[in-house]
């Protein structure tokens, strides 16, 4: 027994997990990866009129070759307006939650508009700002940020009902002022609950973004390249423009949730 072990204690040793072999994750990972391409592979042998509905990954991916920059450019142009929209509505989001939470202490029932504001799907408000901004760049990011802007005020009013931590009560205890405590708790114990809101929030930017294009039309984007490969019959295109942006809004979930689990052991 080395000094190290004889200080831990003999339930923590005997409770702790062995790591998981290398190996055997890796060999997880091709299994998942090939069955992956299995299942993408069977779902694209349906046809109509001799035409897939999906197309396979070999094609997929030779369409993704052939399109070149044009297909990242339009990847750019949805992830531009879902960043912009993201934006202000955090800003508008964070806002409006604090606001429902001052309200709320006096008046509980009122933290109901929040929860019919959710039930409400964010591209149905496009044809509202459609009518206010007509068939503009405005509305598209208006539709994105209104949005974005309910799930951000749920994430703050969250926060804000959240019990007391163990460094407010003893602030409090300490005779801190009311100042004094959100000062030195606030945003950082908050900070897990508000990056949960902001990952969900960036999801539902990015479809949001792909759905207004699609439906309001716009000169670039995802969304618009999807419209114009389905009229076209292109199904490898139109295949590649949904896997792309697939791919690439996973890669920024992954990167988001790495945040929040920083954050998660920061505030531990």
Not at 117 to 134: E, H, K, M, T, Y
Not at 208 to 216: H, L
Request: charge should be positive.
């Amino acid at each position: 027994m080395t000094p190290a072990d004889a200080g831990t204690p003999l339930a923590e040793t005997a409770a702790a997990p062995p790591p998981a072999p290398r190996k055997a994750r890796a060999w997880s990972t091709l299994l998942a990866l090939a069955g992956v391409v299995l299942f993408w592979w069977l779902a694209s042998l349906p046809s109509v009129g001799g035409r897939p509905l999906i197309a396979g990954p070999l094609s997929t991916f030779t369409a993704l070759r052939e399109a070149g920059a044009t297909l990242w450019l339009d990847l750019l142009a949805t992830f531009g307006r879902a960043a912009v929209g993201l934006a202000l509505g955090t800003l508008a989001g964070v806002v409006a939650g604090l606001a429902v939470a001052a309200v709320a202490r006096a008046a509980p029932a009122f933290e109901a508009v929040l929860d019919v504001a959710r039930s409400i799907p964010p591209v149905v408000w496009l044809p509202i700002f459609l009518l206010g901004l007509g068939y503009s760049e405005s509305a598209r990011v208006a539709t994105i940020a209104a949005g974005v802007a309910v799930i951000m005020a749920v994430a703050v009013t969250t926060a804000v009902r959240a019990p007391r931590s163990v460094r407010a009560e003893m602030l409090l205890v300490a005779g801190a002022g009311w100042w004094r405590r959100l000062a030195w708790t606030q945003p950082w114990e908050s900070l897990p609950a508000l990056l949960v809101g902001l990952r969900v929030s960036t999801a539902m930017a990015i479809v949001v973004a792909t759905v207004t294009e699609m439906v309001a039309g716009a000169p670039h984007g995802v969304g618009a390249r999807i419209v114009s490969a389905q009229v076209a019959g292109d199904t490898p295109q139109l295949t590649a423009a949904i896997v792309l942006v697939g791919l690439a809004g996973w890669a920024l979930g992954l990167l988001l949730r790495a945040a929040e689990r920083a954050a998660a052991a920061s505030v531990g």
